[in-house]
């Protein structure tokens, strides 16, 4: 749960249901990607608000879980520019306490991706089974593995370990979107160029990162291309990468690009290919950031939005 300052001064805030898998998950549905959510909902009143949201969103409810623990939050600082920075509560949380039995033990047959991110992916006891999953579905062979690191370097534990940790799940991932942020957690002697490479030689097929106000980039097999970020009044970045994640995954299943043998689907992006997907992406967080919260567009709303950037 996101706690929000609102207009009314430092020391008022608006609870908003949040967490990037959830807001990722959201915005892929809002766009018509039928979504499941595998997700720990606590068990306090803003588990209750949570539950209400996703299944609002008409995500499917299979993979939402009853926990017996209270829901992590996240105190939303906001700067003059809008960008977010977080002091998190999450020592007793539900969200990363997953138990062997609570995730899939198959997938079926029509899940084309599955993406993985942001806290979870480092924290225990629910870390190794994440890991494990991605290793068996990386070997399967069956579905595109997307992932996003979103690195929260106070509440992921040591650097060193962290850091490994990442980059072994980058190993089983197709997919990586990476911030200029995480690139520099992973990489810090690099340029973004540098890390971007490095990223990619581990594995992955398609490298995208994301760069705030100035844009993106993406690489694949040798080919890179850049977009920059639309022109728009910033209200806050809450939920900004998410949309990002949530519109790529969107415009990639619409390409045939998500799926079984999903090295061969990725295989052979041209420039333009990756200067579609990364202007799809970066119009929808365009459009998250001109209100509060993470509320990333529909749609109705993107098509819109990049119609009017075609016409412009």
């Known amino acids: 749960m996101d706690l929000l300052p609102t207009r009314h001064g430092p020391q008022a805030l608006w609870a908003a249901p949040g967490g990037g898998p959830a807001n990722t998950a ?6 018509g990607l039928p979504t499941r959510l595998l997700a720990r909902i606590g068990s306090d009143g803003f588990g209750s608000m949570i539950r209400e949201r996703l299944l609002g969103e008409g995500l ?11 829901s992590a ?23 990363w306490r997953w138990r062997s039995d609570e995730l899939p033990e198959t997938l079926e047959p029509e899940v084309v991706a599955v993406h993985a991110a942001s806290i979870a992916l480092f924290r225990e006891p629910g870390a190794s089974l994440i890991e494990a999953l991605l290793r068996r579905e990386h070997g399967r062979g069956r579905v595109t593995i997307t992932l996003d690191p979103n690195i929260r370097a106070a509440v992921i534990g040591d650097r060193s370990d962290a850091r490994a940790l990442a980059l072994r799940h980058a190993a089983q991932a197709h997919v990586v ?20 490479s490095a990223l990619a030689a581990l594995g992955p097929a398609l490298v995208v990162v994301t760069r705030g106000a100035e844009g993106a980039f993406a690489l694949s097999h040798g080919v890179s291309a850049s977009v920059s970020a639309p022109k728009t009044e910033v209200v806050d970045t809450v939920g900004a990468g998410d949309s990002f994640m949530g519109a790529l995954l969107h415009r990639l299943d619409l390409d045939g690009r998500l799926g079984d043998s999903p090295r061969e689907r990725l295989a052979g992006l041209t420039e333009a290919d990756l200067e579609a997907l990364l202007t799809h992406a970066a119009t929808a967080a365009a459009h998250t950031v001109t209100r509060e919260g993470a509320e990333p567009p529909t749609r109705e709303e993107l098509n819109a939005a990049l119609a009017r950037a075609t016409a412009g």
């Open 177 to 196: 979107k990476a911030s200029d942020e995480d690139l520099d957690y992973l990489y810090p002697d690099h340029t973004l160029e540098q890390a971007a």
């Open 60 to 70: 499917d409810p299979a993979g939402l879980v009853d926990a017996d623990e209270p």
């Open 26 to 31: 959201v915005a892929a549905s809002r766009l």
């Open 73 to 95: 939050l996240a105190l939303a600082t906001l700067a003059a520019d809008g960008s977010a920075s977080y002091d998190f509560r999450m020592d007793d949380a539900a969200d």
